[in-house]
C-alpha cells in the first residue's frame, strides 16, 4: 500500500461526513426500535421519517465506509506522527482497525434485523451501540492528546489535504 505525506481531500471529506452521520443515527433510534417490537409481536407499522432517517442514515454510512476504504486501499494512509511514541502508536492503529469494522458491522447488523428479522442480529446491533462510543471517546481523546499534549498539530492531518 502507498504511503502518502498526507490524507486526500476525499478521505478527509468522507472521515468528517462519517462522523456527521453518526450523531443522528445515535439520537434518533427510538422510533425503529420501537417499530422492531412492534413487528416481532405482529402488529402494523406505519411509515415515519426517523424510522427512514434510521435506515437510509445507516445505509449511506455503510457505503460511506465501503468507499473510505476502497480509497485507502488505493491511496493509502500517511504513517503516523515521527514524535508518536510506539505503544500510543499500536493503540491509535487498533482503535481505527475496530471503528472500520464496527461501522460495517452495525449497518449490517441492523439490515439483517430489519429486513432479514433475525433476532441474533438486532441484539448485536445493539450490543455494538457501547463498543463505537467507547472507540469514538478513545479516538477523540487520542486526538487531543496529540494537539493539547504533544503539540504535533495531527488534527491538521485531517483538514487538509495533503
Ligand atoms: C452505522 C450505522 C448505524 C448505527 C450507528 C446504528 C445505531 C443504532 C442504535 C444506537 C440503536 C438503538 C439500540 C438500542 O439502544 O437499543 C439502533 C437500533 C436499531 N437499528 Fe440501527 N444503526 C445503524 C444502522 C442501521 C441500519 C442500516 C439498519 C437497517 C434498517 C438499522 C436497524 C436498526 C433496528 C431494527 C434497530 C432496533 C433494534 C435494535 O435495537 O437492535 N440500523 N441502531
Ligand atoms: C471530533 C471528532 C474527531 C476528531 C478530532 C478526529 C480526528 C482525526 C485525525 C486527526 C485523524 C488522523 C490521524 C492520523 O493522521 O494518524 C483521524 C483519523 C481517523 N478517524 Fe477521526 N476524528 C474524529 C471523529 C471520528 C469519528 C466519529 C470516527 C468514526 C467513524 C473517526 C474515525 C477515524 C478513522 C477510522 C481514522 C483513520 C483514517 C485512516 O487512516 O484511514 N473519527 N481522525
Known sequence: MPTPK?????????????????VPQFILHDTIKADFIAIGKGEAISFSPLLAAHIFGGI??????IWRLALRARRGAPRPPADEPAALQAVAKAVHVALYAILLLLPLSGLFAWFGHVNAAAQFHELMKLPLLALVGLHVLGALYHQFVLKNGLIERMKRAG
Open 6 to 22: 498526507g490524507y486526500s481531500l476525499g478521505q478527509i471529506r468522507l472521515h468528517w461526513i462519517v462522523a456527521l452521520l453518526l
Open 60 to 65: 449511506a454510512l455503510l457505503l460511506l465506509m
